[in-house]
């Protein structure tokens, strides 16, 4: 069956990338399309109420500076269920079988304990160190010459495992680590860098909201069931999982899904096309239309990972509001990272149960993301156990646990990935006229930067000219 009418815009993909173009093109007037494989919209932006307990498959908090969610949240009216943190909720990074408090500035690294005196003394040269800024610098070696071993150990490394569950000697640090390269590569050094810009641009972006986490009351799916919600009737397919892109001659596109799709039109034609799915389908689906854009978005690494949630009776030795831990390599656990939803927000666990979630797998370990789900659930309580009650071998047993694997989880900014990304866009400005990628590979890796892709694609193809809407058989019959 086709459905004949042609959409201004169809989106491949229902995660937050693709329903934020999707809402974007609707304010703009367009009559909008998106195309979801999965059961339900969101892709890793997902929760679930499973025995009681919120379980998030992605990302279960908002920082201030995620603006583009911010925007997004308020024009589908989720402002309402915006939860804050306690202010005294800390991080923390385990280190020679201690928790420390990940510090939040400079100050509090030179006033805490994650680095040794030695290491602040180092750090604190860091001014005075030539720049050398080189596009192949890796996070480790820019690390390395800016800010010495242990800081780029205990400082930078658990921002690479928070961002990209990635390896500092892969990951290339111009376009992993944000500003803190530029800085180096525009003014010298990084205290340079702050002073001439860096902090004007923080401030901004923090204006609004004290700094701290943030979550939904029903969990960070509700955005994008909002946006979905939010989006005329019939605009959003699921289990609609798209299988092959056709440009017609009259330059509209044709999209066809594939054999397991759902009941209903099997084709559809749209003006314009935004492909917003993990790097590996975009170049599946563009293999034929630009294959120099396919063969870059199919160099692109992606993680595995497991998301194991574990809930059990609540437990006297947990930091009355922790955000989490961050367990560097070497530490010998396998887990990566703990998360303590149930410390920070109401409503993550059952009364008098708490609820952590061990994330395992990434770049160094991922067979671990493979693990039976009873190995992944014991690995992340003697994570649990180690990291808040030493003293006892286990905590108390779990009397919960969901297990979420990724396979596509987070891609890794390896040094060259935005030169890649600019060629594969170029390929497609020319190969592809009307079609534009959104996704978190292409300017930041966080979900807010997924968001603000799919809204700068939409604003891509509004500024091309798009096809008439009526198609040669009409033009024909008239
Ligand atoms: C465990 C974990 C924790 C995270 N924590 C954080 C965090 O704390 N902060 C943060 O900012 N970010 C976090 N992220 C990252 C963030 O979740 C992602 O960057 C963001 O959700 C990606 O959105 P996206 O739309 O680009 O991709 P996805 O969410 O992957 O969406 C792509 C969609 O395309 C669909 N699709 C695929 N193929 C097809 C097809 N052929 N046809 C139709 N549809 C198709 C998929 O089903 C999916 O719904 C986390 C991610 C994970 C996995």
């Known amino acids: 069956m086709t459905s004949d009418a042609p959409w201004d815009l169809a989106v491949v993909g229902g995660g937050i990338a693709g329903l934020a173009a999707a809402w974007r093109a609707h304010q703009l007037g367009w009559r909008v399309l998106v195309l979801e494989a999965g ?16 379980v998030e498959h992605g990302q279960w908090h908002l920082r201030p500076t995620d603006t583009a969610l911010w925007q997004l949240i308020s024009e589908v009216g989720l402002d309402d269920q915006v939860l804050a943190a306690p ?27 994650s680095i040794s005196s030695a290491a602040k003394l180092r750090l604190l040269a860091e001014p005075v160190i030539p720049g050398d800024a080189q596009p192949d610098d890796t996070v480790w070696s820019f690390g390395l010459r800016r800010l010495g071993e242990e800081a780029t150990s205990y ?21 992993a680590l944000g500003p803190l390269w530029q800085w180096e590569h525009d003014a010298g050094s990084l205290a340079l860098g702050v002073l001439f810009g860096g902090q004007r641009r923080s401030e901004s972006t923090l204006r609004r909201r004290r700094p701290g986490i943030y979550a939904l009351r029903d969990g960070m799916g509700s955005l994008p069931k909002g946006l979905a919600a939010a989006l005329p009737d019939q605009s959003v397919h699921c289990s609609a999982p798209v299988q092959a892109m056709q440009r017609l001659p009259d330059g509209r596109w044709r999209l066809r899904l594939n054999a397991h799709a759902a009941e209903g039109p099997a084709e559809f034609t749209a003006l314009r096309v935004i492909v917003a799915t993990p790097p590996r389908t975009a170049s599946e689906l563009l293999h034929e239309l630009s294959p120099r854009a396919a063969a870059e978005l199919a160099d692109v690494h992606c993680v595995r990972l497991a998301v194991v ?12 509001h922790g ?44 067979e671990a993301a493979d693990l039976s789900d009873e190995t992944l659930v014991s690995l992340v309580e003697r994570a649990y156990g180690v990291a808040f009650s030493p003293e006892r071998a286990r905590p108390a047993a779990a009397t919960f646990h969901s297990v979420v694997r990724w396979r596509d989880a987070l891609p890794q900014f390896r040094v060259g990935h935005m030169d890649s990304m600019q060629l594969a866009q170029h390929s497609l400005s020319t190969d ?3 079609l534009a990628l959104a996704g978190n590979y292409l300017h930041g890796v ?12 939409v604003e891509q193809l509004a500024g091309e000219p798009a096809p008439a809407k009526t198609n ?3 033009r024909e019959r008239k």
């Open 39 to 54: 059961r339900v919209v969101g892709g890793k932006m997902r929760s679930e109420i499973k025995d009681g307990y919120l």
């Open 87 to 113: 202010p005294s909720a800390s991080r923390f990074v385990y280190r020679d079988r201690a928790l420390r408090t990940r510090p939040n500035n400079l100050a509090e690294v030179l006033t805490g304990d």
């Open 155 to 175: 400082l930078l490394g658990p921002e690479v495992v928070d961002g990209f569950a990635g390896d500092v000697r892969q990951l290339g640090a111009r376009d």
């Open 309 to 320: 949630h574990v809930g059990a009776p609540a437990d006297a030795a947990l930091p009355a």
């Open 323 to 366: 955000i989490g831990v961050v367990f560097p390599p070497g530490a010998g656990l396998r887990t990566l990272a703990l998360g303590l939803p149930s410390t920070c927000f109401a409503g993550r666990a059952p009364a008098g149960h708490s609820l952590y979630t061990g994330i395992l797998g990434g770049a160094l370990d991922p």
């Open 432 to 434: 592809c006229l009307g």
């Open 446 to 457: 966080g979900a807010a930067a997924a968001a603000a892709s799919g809204m700068a694609a």
């Open 472 to 474: 040669t058989a009409d």
